[in-house]
C-alpha cells in the first residue's frame, strides 16, 4: 500500500539530490520549467537528455546511469511509452522516488515502479504547481 500523497510529495521533496528525464533546452517546454523549478529552489539537480550537452547552464547527461553521482528522486517528463523504460532505468539507477509529471505517466509505468519498491507520484499535481514556479 501507497503512503498518502501528501506523504509521498514530502518525501520526494526531501530526497535529492533530483534529475530532470526529459528535460528540454527549450524554455516554453514543461521539461525546462521543471529544471528551473528545481533550480530556483536552490535544489541540486541534473538534466537528463540525450541529445543535449547543456541546459541552464547545467551539463547534461544522456541517461540516469552516466549521471556523476546517484539521484534519489527524478521527475519524468516524457511520453508515456518512453517512461515505461526510464522506469527501468531508474530501477536499475538506485531511484528511491520517481514523480511522473502530468502526461508522463501510464498503468504499466506506474505498476512497474511500485512493483520494484519506488514510491511513486503519478496522475496528482505537477512539481511546478507544488514548489511554485515562476518564469
Excluded at 535544489?43 to 550537452?53: D, G, K, L, Q, S
Excluded at 518512453?82 to 508522463?104: D, F, L, N, S
Aim: aromatic share 6%.
Amino acid at each position: 500500500m501507497s503512503a498518502p500523497l501528501e506523504v509521498r510529495l514530502r518525501m520526494f521533496l526531501e530526497s535529492g539530490p533530483y534529475a530532470v528525464v526529459g528535460a528540454s533546452s527549450d524554455r516554453e517546454k514543461y521539461g525546462n520549467k521543471v529544471l528551473r523549478c528545481y533550480q530556483q529552489h536552490g535544489m541540486e539537480v541534473f538534466p537528463i537528455n540525450p541529445r543535449a550537452t547543456e541546459i541552464e547552464g547545467l551539463k547534461a547527461y544522456p541517461s540516469l546511469e552516466t549521471l556523476p553521482k546517484q539521484v534519489t528522486g527524478i521527475s519524468v517528463i516524457t511520453p508515456p511509452k518512453i517512461t515505461e523504460a526510464v522506469v527501468q532505468e531508474a530501477i536499475r539507477a538506485g531511484v528511491k522516488h520517481i514523480w511522473m509529471q502530468p502526461g508522463a505517466d501510464s498503468p504499466a509505468a506506474i505498476a512497474a515502479a511500485e512493483a520494484a519498491g519506488l514510491e511513486v507520484i503519478a496522475g496528482g499535481p505537477c512539481l511546478l504547481v507544488v514548489l511554485g514556479y515562476h518564469e
